[in-house]
């Protein structure tokens, strides 16, 4: 997703002259092409990403279009008053881009999960907030935020993200992707998900169940027409995030569907409290099948959910 991302905002930057990238000391072996093509619209802010948001904000006011660029809770949790305060209370034309959702720094311990960021982001006032599904997705996205004026937050994978688009779909902020047709159940997913949940949808498919899937690339504002549509045609609906419980998309489709009639829905994501309590660093693979993030678990919550639908 990375290198998508940079490919895409180089190619986007010779056409387009307000385009500005700034990084808080990182991006080593990801951000030099843009930083070799147009030296006078990079920055590096050293570890200060604080000060890179603000000078992001100030760029953005004098008209530019500002791409800040660093590991996922860094440009969140470390920036999230001036994110607040100087970004979205000004509605500035900054998009945060990060790198490394869910559990793709692993192996550097809890300290580098990014399971809290969609519920953070979500929040704020003015942000639009954007998670890919894979690098066919980054693409266009990244485009697509170019065009959108306001705060943006482009969450990416870390890296060696599966392409599960074969050809570019059409893409809008706001509006979900059909991934797969399928009448029995729904798969909705968010981000890196997307993989896990296709291979689902194959193990679902042997199993006699067809399952339509959305990637809702964008959580806020969520694609409600598409959720309910899905809601009103499949008889289970499980919702996929590598982010916490509380927040993400599972709490938009959640509200979303709130006092419907429809089918039961489920929720795979990542259970903070067990990484918190379990401790132990390890790959992104690793955690993600230690945690129960895997195409055979949300296969069997469809499978189970379609039962208790059964007996109602």
């Known amino acids: 997703m990375r290198t998508a991302f940079i490919q895409s905002l180089c190619a986007l930057a010779e056409a387009d002259e307000r385009i500005w990238l700034l990084c808080g000391d990182l991006g080593y072996s990801v951000l030099e092409p843009f930083a070799r093509t147009f030296p006078d619209r990079f920055i590096?802010?050293?570890?200060?990403?604080?000060?890179?948001?603000?000078?992001?904000t100030g760029l953005a006011l004098s008209g530019k279009v500002v791409f800040i660029y660093s590991i996922a809770n860094f440009?969140?949790?470390?920036?999230?008053?001036?994110?607040?305060?100087?970004v979205c209370y000004h509605n500035a034309n900054v998009k945060i881009v990060a790198v490394g959702g869910g559990l793709s720094y692993g192996a550097a311990g809890y300290s580098?999960?990014?399971?809290?960021?969609?519920?953070?982001?979500?929040?704020?006032?003015?942000?639009?907030?954007?998670?890919?599904?894979?690098?066919?997705?980054v693409r266009l996205a990244t485009a697509a935020i170019v065009d959108h004026h306001g705060p943006c937050y482009l969450r990416l994978g870390k890296g060696g993200d599966p392409s599960v688009h074969l050809h570019d779909p059409e893409f809008q902020l706001g509006r979900a992707i059909q991934v797969r047709e399928g009448h029995d159940a729904t798969l909705v997913s968010t981000g890196g998900s997307l993989a896990a949940?296709?291979?689902?949808?194959?193990?679902?498919?042997?199993?006699?169940?067809?399952?339509?899937?959305?990637?809702?690339?964008?959580?806020?504002?969520?694609?409600?027409?598409?959720?309910?549509?899905?809601?009103?045609?499949?008889?289970?609906?499980?919702?996929?995030?590598?982010?916490?419980?509380?927040?993400?998309?599972?709490?938009?489709v959640a509200r979303c569907l709130a006092g419907r009639q429809g089918p039961g829905v489920c929720y795979v994501t990542v259970p903070v409290e067990a990484i918190i309590a379990d401790a132990?660093?390890?790959?992104?693979?690793?955690?993600l099948e230690r945690h129960g993030l895997t195409a055979v678990r949300i296969c069997d919550e469809v499978i189970a959910g379609l039962a208790q639908t059964a007996l109602r």
């Open 75 to 86: 440009p969140v949790m470390r920036c999230l008053e001036q994110v607040r305060n100087d």
């Open 197 to 252: 949940v296709m291979a689902a949808a194959q193990l679902l498919a042997q199993r006699g169940v067809e399952a339509l899937v959305l990637s809702v690339h964008t959580v806020k504002p969520l694609d409600e027409t598409a959720i309910r549509l899905a809601a009103a045609t499949t008889r289970a609906i499980c919702v996929v995030e590598e982010h916490g419980p509380v927040g993400g998309l599972s709490d938009a």
């Open 112 to 137: 580098h999960f990014a399971v809290e960021d969609l519920a953070v982001m979500r929040s704020l006032p003015n942000m639009t907030v954007v998670a890919p599904g894979d690098p066919v997705e």
């Open 280 to 287: 132990r660093a390890g790959s992104q693979a690793a955690l």
């Open 44 to 56: 590096n802010a050293g570890v200060a990403e604080q000060n890179m948001t603000g000078v992001a």
